[in-house]
């Protein structure tokens, strides 16, 4: 069973400040997508990464996909408020299913 | 363009009732896939339809069910609700093309409380 873990499960940081969310397996995914999700929506897909090593950049996001494609990372410069969600990590299994993580809860305080 | 639709947005029901939830994917999508999320499991994979058949199926029991309609709107069932079903159930639609890196578009969800 391929699985995804999360780190950290729970962030409340100050405004401005750095964070970094990890998305772990010991699994090889064809590729990881993140998805943001604001209280009473759906998640909303932010990236997909595909090539192992790959690096995008979503203004104040980066997101950085394994070497190994067995694990993702999505940093956040200097957060706002408007970057408060749940963060979630999403792998395409070799069934073809997309497998989530539990998510990374974020709260920014003005 | 329209985006994913789910209804109802909101139901409560008792133990033992049924449900059913619709989904409508957006124009020209033809797979839709549900989710359960709940705070302790995340988002747990129940099943995806794709022209109509089921292509995928998560670890759920045979009291969920879906469907899919020529039209590419889907319906899922709960039978026998269990206080347990108690959940946020979100419907995705994608192009479906087969291909891992299929890009999600959720809906908003539908909140199924049961008592």
């Known amino acids: 069973t391929q699985l995804l873990e999360q780190s950290p499960q729970f962030l409340s940081i100050q405004e401005g400040e750095n964070l970094t969310v990890y998305c772990n397996s010991s699994?090889?995914?064809?590729?990881l997508q993140w998805y943001r999700q604001e209280p009473g929506e759906g998640p909303v897909l932010l990236v997909t990464v595909v090539t192992g090593g790959e690096v995008k950049k979503l203004k104040r996001l980066t997101f950085q996909f394994g070497d190994a494609r067995k694990d993702s990372s999505l940093h956040i410069t200097a957060a706002q408020p408007g970057d408060t969600g749940l963060y979630l990590c999403?792998?395409?299994?070799?069934?073809?299913?997309?497998?989530f993580g539990q998510g990374t809860t974020l709260q920014v305080k003005p | 363009k329209a985006g994913v639709t789910q209804t109802p947005r909101y139901l409560i029901k008792t133990r033992g009732q049924q449900v059913t939830l619709s989904c409508s994917p957006i124009?020209?999508?033809?797979?839709v896939s549900w989710y359960q999320q709940t705070p302790g499991q995340g988002l747990q994979f129940l099943f995806e339809y794709f022209s109509e058949t089921q292509r995928n199926k998560g670890n759920f029991p045979g009291r969920f069910s879906g469907r899919q309609f020529s039209n590419s709107r889907s319906e899922m069932n709960v039978s026998t609700l269990e206080l347990g079903d108690s959940a946020l159930y979100l419907c995705a639609s994608s192009l479906g093309g087969g291909s891992g890196a299929n890009v999600l578009t959720f809906g908003a969800g539908s909140r199924l409380t049961v008592l």
């Open positions: 699994s090889v995914f064809s590729s």
């Open positions: 999403a792998g395409a299994s070799n069934t073809g299913k997309l497998i």
């Open positions: 124009s020209g999508h033809r797979s």
